[in-house]
């Protein structure tokens, strides 16, 4: 039997805000701070040498002197892949993020990637010899 689908797997595109900086003497050289879409990037959630860069990056000047020019915003787009939400038969909500093996955490069932219900995993690896837990493992 098969669980009851919540909400189908979709792809979702997701973008991020990057303001840039490179060495003017090495392109390619530099450094690129996660900002909003106007460049502007919140400060305090930086690790104290991250600022420390990014006002250096700002002032313009590198610390061997070099000149560091901004290369402005950069905008990249990153395509996730949200799984399929499913009902399991206890009523908890149920990820199928795997292809072969999604476990409930309320009652511990398992399904396949397609929400059919695996049997119980001790009988898993009957026909093998294997011990269930290797399986698992894998
Ligand atoms: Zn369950």
Known sequence: M???????????????YRL??????????????????AGNVDEAALHPDGLDNLRMCRAGQGRSGGAIVCDGVVCEQRTIRIPVLARCHCGARLELASSWLNTCDACGRDYD??????????????????????????
């Open 113 to 138: 990637g397609s929400g059919t219900a695996l049997a119980p995993r001790h009988h898993w690896g009957e026909e093998t010899g294997e011990h269930w837990a290797e399986l698992v493992a894998l």
């Open 20 to 37: 840039c900086f490179s060495l003017a003497d090495a392109p390619g050289c530099g450094w690129c701070f996660l900002c909003d879409a």
């Open 2 to 16: 098969a669980l009851s689908i919540i909400e189908d797997a979709r792809l979702e595109t997701i973008e991020e």
